[in-house]
C-alpha cells in the first residue's frame, strides 16, 4: 500500500472559513496519526475572484492554529495543461463526447425541468450524434459520458455505504467551450497526480465524489479512500457562510482566542473520544480515528469557544501568556509601552481572573496601559458630590503612607466607611471610576497596588 497520502484544497477566493479549517486539522491528524503526509493544494483557478492576499491569508492562518503542510503548495492554476491532457485522453477513449448545444438550448432544458418542478439532468442529446452532424458556429464543451445504467456504491469511511443511481448523474461538463477544465475534472486530476490516498472533506461533496470516481475508473486508476464529514452550522441549524461573523479564523483571533483553544474546540466539533474534553496537540494526534466522527452536522458554539480559551488562559504560565497577550496587542490594539510591561507582567494574576479571551485581559488592564483615564459617560455620572468627598478623604490619607499595601487600604477604606455611614461599594465603587474609568473590572486593592502610590494620587486629584 502506498503512503497515506492527504491533502486540503481551498480556494482563495475568501478568507479561510472555520469550516475549512476543521476540515484541513481533520485530514492533517490523519496523516500525522498514520506517519503518512498531509498536503496544501491552492484551487485558484477561478481567475475572476482568486487572489494573492487569500492565499497568503489560508497559509498564514494554517500556521497560526499549528497545522503544518508537506513540501510545498501545490498550485492548480500550473497543472492545467495536465488536466486538459487527461479530458483529450478520455475523449479519445469514449469515455467523452463534444456537446454541441447552444447556451440557449441548455437553458430551455433547464426551464422545462423547473416547470416540472424535477432536477435539471442533461438530456444527453450529443452523446452518440456522429461528427458530421455537428453545426460549424459552435465551440463545443466536452463532456464526460455518465454510466446510464445500475447504480455505484460509495464505501464512506464515516458515512458508510452510500449508493446512488447511475441514471441521476449527468453528462457533466469536463471542458469548457473556451477549452478550461472544470472542478470535477482538476480535482480528480490533482488527487491522483498527487497520490492522495485519502480524501476527508464535507459531505456537501458527495455528489462530486460519484463524478470523480467515475473519471478514475474511466481513467483506470486506483480510487482513494472517500471520507465525508457533516458540515458545521450555526446554533440557528442553519450550514455557516462566510457571511456569518464567526465564521473565519480572524474573527476569533481579534477578539483574543488563542490557536490552541481553538484546535481543541474544532477537534472536538463533530468527533470525540471517550469522554475526554482537552487535548494536547500530541494527545489529539495519538488518539485521533475517523471513526470518531460523527454523522449528523454539528452547531457553532461561540460560548464554548470562549469557555475553553478560558480554560487555557488559566492553565498555561503567565510568562507564556504575556507573551501571547503582548503579541496580540501588538496586532489588534497597540504597542505596550516598555515602561508598562512590568506592571502587566506582575498583575497578571488579577487581571487574567474570570477572562475569557485575550481582549478581556487587554479590557482588564486598560487603566494600566493608558496614562490619561478615559470615563464610562454613565460611570462617571456615579461620582456624586459624597462620592467626590469619599474620593479626598482617601487620596489625602494615602499621601501620608509611604508606600502601598493591601493592609494599609483597607484600614484606609473601612475607616471611610463608617466615617460616610456607607458600605463598602459606596467607598470601592467610586475609587475603581476614579482610577480606571469604569465600575467594572479588577479588584480595587489590585488596582491600587498595581498602580502604585504616584500614579494613584495623580489620578484620584484629577476627580477632586
Not at 266 to 275: A, M, V, Y
Request: glycine share 6%; net charge positive.
Amino acid at each position: 500500500m502506498s503512503k497515506i497520502a492527504t491533502r486540503f484544497a481551498p480556494s482563495p477566493t475568501g478568507p479561510l472559513h472555520i469550516g475549512g479549517v476543521r476540515t484541513a486539522l481533520f485530514n492533517w491528524l490523519f496523516s500525522k496519526k498514520k506517519g503518512g503526509i498531509f498536503l496544501l493544494r491552492i484551487e485558484d483557478t477561478d481567475k475572476e475572484r482568486s487572489k494573492d492576499e487569500y492565499k497568503d491569508q489560508i497559509i498564514k492562518s494554517l500556521k497560526w492554529i499549528g497545522i503544518n503542510y508537506d513540501g510545498n503548495e501545490y498550485i492548480q492554476s500550473s497543472k492545467i495543461d495536465n488536466h486538459i491532457q487527461v479530458a483529450k485522453e478520455l475523449l479519445k477513449n469514449g469515455h467523452a463526447y463534444k456537446c454541441y448545444c447552444s447556451s440557449e438550448e441548455i437553458e430551455e432544458q433547464k426551464k422545462r425541468a423547473k416547470q416540472k418542478k424535477i432536477p435539471y439532468i442533461y438530456d444527453r442529446k450529443w452523446r452518440d450524434k456522429k461528427e458530421v452532424d455537428a453545426p460549424k458556429n459552435i465551440e463545443p464543451v466536452i463532456r464526460f459520458k455518465s454510466k446510464i445504467e445500475g447504480s455505484t456504491i460509495l464505501k464512506d469511511l464515516v458515512q458508510g455505504d452510500v449508493q446512488i443511481e447511475n441514471n441521476t448523474i449527468e453528462d457533466f461538463i469536463i471542458l469548457r467551450n473556451d477549452g478550461s477544465p472544470t472542478y470535477n475534472l482538476s480535482v480528480a486530476v490533482d488527487d491522483q497526480q498527487m497520490k492522495v490516498t485519502h480524501i476527508i472533506r464535507g459531505d456537501d461533496h458527495k455528489i462530486n465524489t460519484f463524478k470523480q470516481m467515475q473519471i478514475y475508473n474511466a481513467m483506470q486508476w486506483e480510487l482513494p479512500n472517500f471520507a465525508h464529514i457533516p458540515l458545521i452550522h450555526t446554533t440557528e441549524g442553519k450550514k455557516l457562510s462566510k457571511r456569518d461573523k464567526a465564521s473565519t479564523l480572524d474573527d476569533y483571533s481579534k477578539i483574543g482566542i488563542m490557536p490552541e483553544a481553538l484546535r481543541n474546540y474544532l477537534l472536538r466539533l463533530g468527533w470525540s473520544f471517550k469522554d475526554k474534553e482537552i487535548f494536547t496537540l500530541e494527545e489529539s494526534i495519538e488518539h485521533f480515528n475517523l471513526e470518531g466522527i460523527g454523522k449528523s452536522p454539528s452547531k457553532l458554539d461561540k460560548s464554548r469557544i470562549l469557555s475553553m480559551n478560558e480554560y487555557y488562559i488559566k492553565n498555561i504560565s503567565e510568562k507564556d501568556l504575556f507573551d501571547r497577550f503582548n503579541e496580540y496587542c501588538k496586532n489588534y490594539k497597540q504597542v505596550i509601552g516598555a515602561n508598562k510591561e512590568d506592571k502587566i507582567k506582575k498583575s497578571l494574576s488579577f487581571l487574567k481572573n474570570k477572562a475569557k479571551s485575550l481582549e478581556d485581559i487587554y479590557n482588564n488592564s486598560k487603566y494600566i496601559i493608558f496614562d490619561e483615564v478615559s470615563f464610562d459617560e454613565n460611570d462617571v455620572k456615579l461620582i456624586d458630590e459624597k462620592a467626590k468627598k469619599i474620593i479626598a478623604d482617601f487620596r489625602n490619607e494615602v499621601s501620608k503612607e509611604k508606600e502601598i499595601k493591601k493592609e494599609t487600604l483597607e484600614t484606609i477604606i473601612n475607616n471611610l466607611i463608617k466615617k460616610y455611614e456607607t458600605n463598602f461599594k459606596g467607598v470601592g465603587q467610586p475609587l475603581r471610576i476614579a482610577l480606571t474609568g469604569s465600575k467594572f473590572g479588577p479588584g480595587i486593592y489590585d488596582i491600587m497596588i498595581s498602580l502604585g502610590k504616584l500614579d494613584i494620587e495623580k489620578r484620584l486629584k484629577k476627580i477632586t
